[in-house]
């Protein structure tokens, strides 16, 4: 990829109004590697806010989330499943994850692996049963990276 061919990640993350943490990206440092992954740490913002509608806008339309035993097929289904949640066995969760891999499939495609898991309210740390892998399938669109596909499996399944 060329050197911020995606964006610049703290611009990205500003105009959603989240705040950069530069030690999210370990050594994924060079510039289309942290746009990228500036979808992830806005997912994380939308779970620390427990907000459906944030986290919803990061994907795209006909973006696909598999969460657990549910397979969600579009930005409203995902919207009203993670509304849902944050109101009932979510409520008050976070997450906190890190990137193991950074991949560019195409000009506009990438993926990106990650670990890490959910934080439960009272908890500071992810529980050992709470530990996820996730892939996560990013585009480059006009109005920045989005995500079209995030699936989570249990480390210790």
């Known amino acids: 990829m060329s050197d911020n061919a995606w964006g610049d990640a703290p611009a990205i ?11 999210f990206y370990r050594n994924f440092t060079g510039a289309d590697e942290k746009a990228v992954l500036s979808v992830p740490q806005r997912i994380q913002d939308a779970w620390a806010r427990n907000d459906a509608d944030v986290f919803a806008d990061v ?7 598999l969460l657990q035993d549910n397979q969600l097929v579009s930005r409203e289904e995902i919207r009203g499943y993670l509304r849902a949640s944050f109101h009932g066995a979510l409520k008050g969760a ?3 994850g890190w990137p193991l891999d950074v991949r560019f499939l195409a000009p506009d495609v990438a993926i990106a692996v990650t670990e890490g ?3 439960r309210p009272g908890e500071s740390e992810i ?3 709470n530990q996820i892998r996730a892939v996560w399938v990013i585009t480059r669109t006009e109005d920045g990276p989005r ?7 249990p480390v210790k399944g």
């Open 13 to 23: 993350l500003a105009a959603h109004g989240v705040e950069e943490d530069t030690s």
């Open 59 to 65: 994907f795209t339309e006909n973006g696909s989330l």
């Open 94 to 96: 976070r997450v906190h």
């Open 117 to 119: 898991g959910i934080i």
């Open 127 to 129: 529980a050992p049963e």
């Open 147 to 153: 995500l079209v596909s995030h699936q989570s499996s």
